[in-house]
């Protein structure tokens, strides 16, 4: 599985991106689906995962605002009403279920949003 993210770019202040994880092979249903984030100078979050069945659970500073969701090939987050503390590259990352380790990491898409 390959994990390709795209879809960041700058926005202002309530505005809304769509992200998304696009990946090779036939496995990536297999895998768990994570969307994880890095703000400068700070450590990398988890910001959503959605299961191999559709489990889905998000960090306490996005619910509400976001949505995660997944076809056969594609993993989405949807970014509603961002703020200035969203600014981060964003990272999708697959695990197998059950673990803890990440398989496959897309490259990060940056997301930079201005007040």
């Known amino acids: 599985v390959q994990l390709q993210a795209s879809g960041g770019g700058l926005v202002q202040a309530g505005g809304s991106l769509r992200l998304s994880c696009g990946a090779s092979g036939d496995a990536f249903s297999r895998y768990v689906l994570d969307w994880l984030r890095q703000a400068p100078g700070k450590q990398r979050e988890l910001v959503a995962i959605v299961t191999t069945i559709g489990g889905i659970n998000y960090a306490d500073s996005v619910k509400g605002r976001f949505t995660i969701s997944r076809d056969k090939n594609t993993g989405y987050l949807q970014m509603n009403n961002l703020n200035p503390e969203d600014t981060a590259v964003y990272y999708c990352?697959?695990?197998?279920?059950?673990?803890?380790?990440?398989?496959?990491w897309g490259q990060g898409t940056l997301v930079t949003v201005s007040s």
């Open positions: 990352a697959a695990r197998r279920p059950g673990t803890s380790a990440y398989a496959y």
